[in-house]
Each structure stands twice: as structure tokens, then as C-alpha cells.
Nanobody, 125 residues
């Protein structure tokens, strides 16, 4: 059974940093496209960052320069380093995995194969 388990969320103040982790049981991890999505109350789920098997990254405009996605194939884990957090970043953050090819902003479609349960990130002003 495939599992994606997020961790690292919490309550922080504006300007603080958090690092989210997503431990994945998928195999082979190195061949999957891994994405971070988020959903704020009353809003649709949106793509935040994606990393391809080749290490190419794509970011939503709203997080460019502040968030960094990275992967550790040895640990089957993908990370989302979030710096300079803003209240608008408040949302439930989801990790997702797909085996089918995508590129650029096309990877922000919701048609991923596997999803985690999500972790809450709350940024106070």
C-alpha cells in the first residue's frame, strides 16, 4: 500500500520559516514526480512546487524566491523549505506523487496518482 506522510507543519509568525517533509513508500521513488500542493479555507487546491525525477523544479509565482523543494532519494523523502512565510501561506499542505510525465506548470494539475493526508501550516500576522 502506497503511503505519503507529511510532517513539519505548525503555527508560526509572519517572516518565520518551516520545513515540510514527505516520506513516501512508493518505489522506485527516484522515478516519480513529486509535488507540494496547498488548500486554504474556501479556496481550491493549488500547486506550490514540483520536482521531477531529473531534479527540475517549478514553483508557483506566489512562492518563488521563498520556497525550495528538494528530494532525497536515499530516504524516499521530499522536502519543502518555506522561508519568509506570510499569512497568505496559511493552508493545508499536501504531498503528491505521479509516475506520468509532466513539465512546468502542467505539473500543477491535480491528476496525481498518490496523495498524503496533509499538514496544517498557519502563519499569524
Amino acid at each position: 500500500q502506497v503511503q505519503l506522510e507529511e510532517s513539519g507543519g505548525g503555527l508560526v509568525q509572519a517572516g518565520d520559516s518551516l520545513r515540510l517533509s514527505c516520506a513516501a513508500s512508493i518505489r522506485p521513488f527516484s522515478r516519480f514526480f513529486m509535488g507540494w500542493f496547498r488548500q486554504a479555507p474556501g479556496k481550491e487546491r493549488e500547486g506550490v512546487a514540483v520536482i521531477t525525477p531529473g531534479g527540475i523544479t517549478t514553483y508557483a509565482d506566489s512562492v518563488k524566491g521563498r520556497f525550495t523543494i528538494s528530494g532525497d532519494n536515499a530516504k524516499n523523502t521530499v522536502y519543502l523549505q518555506m522561508n519568509s512565510l506570510k499569512p497568505d501561506d496559511t493552508a493545508v499542505y499536501y504531498c503528491a506523487a505521479r509516475s506520468r510525465y509532466c513539465s512546468g506548470y502542467g505539473c500543477f494539475r491535480n491528476d496525481y496518482d498518490y496523495w498524503g493526508q496533509g499538514t496544517q501550516v498557519t502563519v499569524s500576522s
